[in-house]
């Protein structure tokens, strides 16, 4: 049973930094993808960034050059972080972050995943 767990959101002026992890604990097929969506206010969700096993990423074009995406992936795959290093935040930065792993089918920032995370909100003001 896969579990994804987010932290690192909270509020930030805008300019500012904010580095998101997402712990994601159980099996997860080794060729996974894990991504970053976000929701904001009244706006469709949307993928920002993604990273496949090989370590080849994917970025939105609104956060291209601003946000970084990394993992750390622990020998027997049982555990796995992912990360979302935000820089240069912008007030249309303000939503929900989710963290999601195994896509399915698709491209890596609209495709359909197996398992999400909670969430976890970021505000710039």
């Known amino acids: 049973h896969v579990q994804l767990v987010e932290s690192g959101g909270g509020s930030v002026q805008a300019g500012g930094s904010l580095r998101l992890s997402c712990a994601a604990s159980g099996y997860t097929h080794p060729q996974y993808c894990m991504a970053w969506f976000r929701q904001g206010p009244g706006k469709a969700r949307e993928g920002v960034a993604a990273?496949?096993?090989?370590?080849?990423?994917?970025?939105?074009?609104s956060v291209r050059g601003r946000f970084t995406i990394s993992k750390d992936t622990s020998e027997d795959s049982a555990k796995n972080t992912l990360y979302l290093q935000m820089n240069s935040l912008k007030s249309e930065d303000t939503a929900m972050y989710y963290c999601?792993?195994?896509?399915?089918?698709?491209?890596?920032?609209?495709?359909?995943?197996?398992?999400w995370g909670q969430g976890t909100q970021v505000t710039v003001s």
């Open positions: 999601a792993a195994e896509l399915v089918f698709g491209h890596p920032l609209r495709g359909t995943y197996n398992y």
């Open positions: 990273i496949d096993s090989d370590g080849d990423t994917s970025y939105a074009e």
